[in-house]
């Protein structure tokens, strides 16, 4: 069964870094692209990062870009979201996501259960 | 503000048809594939309909998709008192050179 478990939120006063990992079990995953998104409290998705399977090709939301760093470690199963800087606005729920189909654009599928990143003094 | 446009919301009666738009531009939904997902409350975002109209396993029939220009488009026929969620259509966008995704579209079964 394929599961991902996001780790390593919490609060942080503005200006701060904080590392998110994601552990990925149940599939191959060094075979998929991996994706970061986002949901601020009672808004809608935002996407955030997505990674190649080889780590070699990386992409990111113009919101984040500059100060977040995605990377992976296949050789530990994990995916991870380097934070700088934060902001009061980056404050939401975290979510890691495998690409559906490993060899084409279909989408995000499984998600994990999010974890919370709150920036605030 | 989103580069997908989605309706803030969406009703109808249990066995109702709604559909739920997402209209894009030539360098998004013209160019890529568009897929939806559905938030239950409190819950993670699940793949509902990917490469505009596929379904994965497990999603019932009842879900559909489908395209018509830069616009796609969400059925649910039979509305069933489960559907109440949050539904989002997201696609990658080659100016961006990022996802993007619609601003979410809330259905309410009466």
């Known amino acids: 069964q394929v599961h991902l478990v996001e780790s390593g939120g919490g609060l942080v006063k503005p200006g701060g870094s904080l590392t998110l990992s994601c552990a990925a079990s149940?599939?191959?995953?060094?075979?998929?692209?991996m994706t970061w998104i986002r949901q601020a409290p009672g808004k809608g998705l935002e996407w955030v990062s997505s990674?190649?399977?080889?780590?070699?090709?990386?992409y990111y939301g113009d919101s984040v870009k500059g100060r977040f760093s995605i990377s992976r470690d296949n050789a530990k199963n994990s995916l991870y979201l380097q934070m700088n800087s934060l902001r009061a606005e980056d404050t939401a729920v975290y979510y890691c996501?495998?690409?559906?189909?490993?060899?084409?654009?279909?989408?995000?599928?499984?998600w994990g259960r999010g974890i919370l990143v709150t920036v605030s003094s | 503000q989103s580069v997908l446009t989605q309706p803030p919301s969406t009703s109808g009666t249990p066995g109702q048809r709604v559909t739920i738009s997402c209209s894009g531009s030539?360098?998004?939904?013209?160019?890529?594939?568009v897929n939806w997902y559905q938030q239950l409350p409190g819950t993670a975002p699940r793949l509902l309909i990917y490469?505009?109209?596929q379904r994965p396993s497990g999603v019932p029939d009842r879900f559909s998709g489908s395209l018509s220009g830069t616009s796609a488009s969400l059925a649910i026929s039979g509305l069933q008192s489960e559907d109440e969620a949050d539904y989002y259509c997201?696609?990658?966008?080659?100016?961006?050179?990022?996802?993007?995704f619609g601003g979410g579209t809330k259905v309410t079964v009466l």
């Open positions: 996501a495998r690409r559906f189909i490993s060899s084409s654009k279909s989408g995000f599928d499984p």
């Open positions: 990674i190649s399977d080889s780590g070699s090709t990386v």
């Open positions: 997201a696609a990658w966008d080659d100016s961006l050179n990022g996802v993007i």
């Open positions: 490469s505009y109209d």
């Open positions: 030539s360098s998004n939904i013209g160019l890529n594939t």
């Open positions: 149940g599939f191959t995953f060094n075979n998929y692209y």
